[in-house]
């Protein structure tokens, strides 16, 4: 319940932040017909081009609103050009809004720990370009896939992996992270082989290679990335080096293949 209510109970100034960026900027891939928000079906390939190109996506979550911006742009600097800002950071949708206005067509922005489709609807409303969720949620699965938003759901079990996939979410996130990690990634993959799957708990600087070349379409990066330590001594050099050292890593394996 806590983490529904602090990512729904976002302030004002959030919402009249989104709604002035997306005045400011031209956001691509709208659509001019369908639902509201609607994207364009190329804008959903693009999307996942990307993830596909990249395969790998920095996950922020800061405890003040302070550091999140500068944590961001180290990790941007360090190489990264897939990120998540998590509902869970204080003024989460001001930051994404401004990185997307700033980076827009360079650096692909998305927002996770969205828990209902008003946290969806206010996230794109901020510039968001995918939505990721850490649990799996059919009613914000279903609400992307009719606007031609790429949607990641949280998934534990090959069984909430497969419900995500037919729901409608094309990269499934695997959340939190499993015994076995890259082994158990490659036993699930190919079994089911119609999965794309971003492992996203349990992934380091070290093995996120391990998990593409088991099988995996792509990983998040989370505390070995944003080390909270460099967070809390302000130490954004070394975010950067961790963001240089992984994607270094995920650049060896080469691009997916999509299915």
Known sequence: MALRLAASKLPNRAISRAAKTASQTTLRGLSTSGPDRAKDPSDYDRVLSTFATIRACAVLRTATSAACPKAMQACIDGGFKIVEFTLTTPDCLDHLADFRQKYDGDVMVGCGTIMNVQDAERAVDAGAEFIITPVMLP????????????????????????????????LQKLFPGVAGGPAWVKAVSSALPFLSI????????E????????????????????????IANEDWDQIAKNAEKVMANVREVGPYVRK
């Open 198 to 205: 971003n492992p996203t708990s349990g992934v380091t600087l």
């Open 139 to 170: 009613d914000v699965i279903g609400w992307c896939a009719e606007r031609n938003i790429v949607s990641v759901p949280g998934c534990q079990t090959p069984t909430e992996l497969v419900s995500a996939y037919r729901a409608g979410a094309p």
């Open 207 to 230: 093995n996120a290679g391990e998990y593409l070349r088991n099988g995996a379409a792509s990983v998040g990066l989370v505390a070995p990335l944003f080390d909270p330590v460099a």
